[in-house]
């Protein structure tokens, strides 16, 4: 298929809204209420992702435009009925709490929390803690749960560790528990400072959804928390650009940028 057939297939069949003038149409609507974040955020990247298609298309044949205009004006009103979607999904403070928890220093000086039991285990104590809160933190960075809810990485790695072993195990869990406990508290005040601090504005390139070319299975190049502080944070958009323009503290737009 020519890449303007391709281009006009895409905009033939767009999710439209009804009215002034458009055709009627499909339109990606966010998801039943309660339903699951993910659901919302699919819904919302498979129509940014046909918006970005659409521009890309127009600019491409511009002679286009006065058919391709109410349609691509239609995508746009779409994608931003999907993004309010996610948006009150999502929760603003828990973006900000995974940030400063990526922001946190690795922790030094681990052979406090060990209990005196800890030469017993089999493994390196120390090692075995700054994996396990390494797992904890990388998991918060990511936004697939809550940070409290991440605490299940970090016992992924001592359950590896100890394998069928039961002996020294729940300690170890213990220390584990409270060396995090220990991070939240800290993460708390520095939530409680970047929220009384200024915000930052940051551009960045929309990443359209990748399709995988043999089994058409979808993969999102963003993170659940990066597609969250975007629906939570869009302060602007240039679809031409396929940029958008996010408004959010330095904490959280420092994460953002650093992919």
């Known amino acids: 298929m020519s890449e303007f057939a391709v281009a006009v297939a895409g905009l033939r069949t767009p999710a439209v809204v009804p009215g002034a ?10 998801g039943p209420a309660g339903a699951e974040p993910t659901q919302a955020v699919r819904v919302w990247r498979r129509a940014q992702t ?5 521009f890309a298309a127009a600019a491409a044949f511009p002679w286009l435009e006065p058919w391709a205009g109410p349609r691509l004006s239609a995508l746009t009103g779409a994608v931003e009925q999907a993004r309010g979607a996610v948006a009150r999904r999502v929760n603003p403070r828990e973006l900000l709490t995974a940030a400063c928890v990526a922001a946190l220093p690795v922790p030094v000086g ?21 994996e396990a809160w390494m797992r904890w933190q990388s998991a918060c960075a990511e936004g697939e749960a809550q940070v409290a ?27 584990v528990q409270r ?3 220990a991070s939240i508290d800290q993460t708390r005040r520095h939530v409680d400072a970047q929220l009384a601090g200024p915000s ?10 990748e399709t995988e070319p043999f089994t058409g299975r979808e993969h999102d190049p963003l993170t659940p928390w990066q597609a969250g502080v975007i629906a939570v944070h869009q302060s602007g958009v240039d679809w031409p650009a396929g940029q958008v323009t ?5 904490v959280v737009a420092d994460l ?3 992919g």
């Open 149 to 175: 809810d991440c605490v299940r990485a970090a016992s992924a790695a001592v359950y590896e560790a100890f394998g069928r072993r039961r002996k020294g195990r729940d300690e170890a869990l213990d220390s």
């Open 21 to 30: 003038g458009a055709p009627a149409g499909p339109v990606p609507t966010p």
């Open 200 to 209: 930052r504005l940051v551009q960045m390139e929309i990443p359209p959804l």
């Open 110 to 130: 681990l052979r406090e929390w060990l209990p005196a039991c800890a030469g017993s285990w089999g493994v390196d104590g120390e090692w075995l803690l700054l």
């Open 246 to 250: 996010v408004t959010a503290s330095r």
């Open 50 to 54: 046909r918006t970005l298609e659409g």
């Open 256 to 258: 953002l940028l650093s």
């Open 179 to 181: 060396l995090i406990t």
